[in-house]
Nanobody, 118 residues
Framework: QVQLVESGGGLVQPGGSLRLSCAAS????????MAWYRQVPGHQRELVAF???????FYQGDTKGRFTISRDNAKNMLYLQMDSLKPEDTAVYYC????????????WGQGTQVTVSS
């Protein structure tokens, strides 16, 4: 049973920080590179960062240096530490297995809202 539950979003001021968490079922977590995606209403979903099963990380655009993706394989948990947040980071953030710039075409969780505003 595939399950993806994101949490940790909220309203923060520019320059602030948030840590997002994703509880993923073992069926999706164990054999997959995992990723955070985000989507702004009216725009395409986009990749934020991904982490491989071996721990290699990749960050899209200017998230590099500000965001840190990590995973806890024993707990099937995925995390995204977000620092130096900008208004343009405002979006609904989703976790899923990594599958290119827009992510998979299958199951998605509810996501967690991140709003960066003064």
């Amino acid at each position: 049973q595939v399950q993806l539950v994101e949490s940790g979003g909220g309203l923060v001021q520019p320059g602030g920080s948030l840590r997002l968490s994703c509880a993923a079922s073992g069926s999706i977590f164990s054999n997959n590179n995992m990723a955070w995606y985000r989507q702004v209403p009216g725009h395409q979903r986009e990749l934020v960062a991904f982490i491989t099963t071996g721990g290699y990380t990749f960050y899209q655009g200017d998230t590099k240096g500000r965001f840190t993706i990590s995973r806890d394989n024993a707990k099937n948990m995925l995390y995204l530490q977000m620092d130096s947040l900008k208004p343009e980071d405002t979006a609904v953030y989703y976790c899923n297995k990594y599958s290119g710039s827009q992510g998979p075409d299958d199951y998605w969780g509810q996501g967690t809202q991140v709003t960066v505003s003064s």
